[in-house]
């Protein structure tokens, strides 16, 4: 950090401004994530473009990407009978606005997302 002052003439207060540098890596930069895999930075945005595995028996196996450490593997898919039985019947749709209660604060975070959803849509295509 580089410090910057001066006195100003009418005061006696001397002002001191600090100078961040960032230190950010160099664009297309590559990442090291654990086990020896890298990936890419992109150089227009921050974001991490990650490898894709194309391995199937791998992925019915094994769910990939589970181990963040740079040693171990990723945890392996047990069969159906060894999950708890509530696992199955969670829903995976949100419920529809007709078949909620209207008197349950639910439907009213529903109904004021959906109206904020559609406005946002319209003002998009002004």
Same mark, same amino acid.
């Given at each position: 950090?580089?410090?910057?002052?001066?006195?100003? =003439?009418?005061?006696?207060?001397?002002?001191c401004? +600090?100078? +961040? #540098?960032?230190?950010?890596?160099?664009?297309?930069?590559?990442?090291?994530?654990?086990?020896?895999?890298?990936?890419?930075?992109?150089?227009?945005?921050?974001?991490?473009?990650? =490898?894709?595995?194309?391995? #199937?028996?791998?992925?019915? #196996?094994?769910?990939?990407?589970?181990?963040?450490?740079?040693?171990?593997?990723?945890?392996?898919?047990?069969?159906?009978?060894?999950?708890?039985?509530?696992?199955?019947?969670?829903?995976? *749709?949100? =419920?529809?606005?007709?078949?909620?209660?209207?008197? *349950?604060? +639910?439907?009213?975070?529903?109904?004021?997302?959906?109206?904020? +959803?559609?406005?946002?849509?319209?003002r998009?295509?002004?």
């Open positions: 950090m580089n410090k910057l002052c001066r006195i100003l =003439p009418k005061k006696i207060i001397s002002t401004y +600090q100078i +961040q #540098t960032n230190n950010y890596a160099a664009p297309g930069s590559k990442v090291t994530l654990g086990k020896g895999v890298t990936s890419k930075k992109v150089a227009s945005s921050n974001k991490i473009i990650h =490898p894709v595995e194309k391995d #199937t028996n791998k992925l019915v #196996t094994y769910v990939c990407g589970s181990n963040y450490l740079k040693e171990g593997e990723d945890i392996k898919l047990k069969p159906d009978s060894e999950y708890p039985d509530w696992l199955w019947t969670i829903p995976l *749709t949100p =419920p529809r606005l007709e078949d909620m209660d209207p008197n *349950t604060k +639910q439907y009213w975070r529903r109904l004021r997302k959906l109206g904020l +959803q559609n406005n946002n849509l319209k998009k295509f002004r």
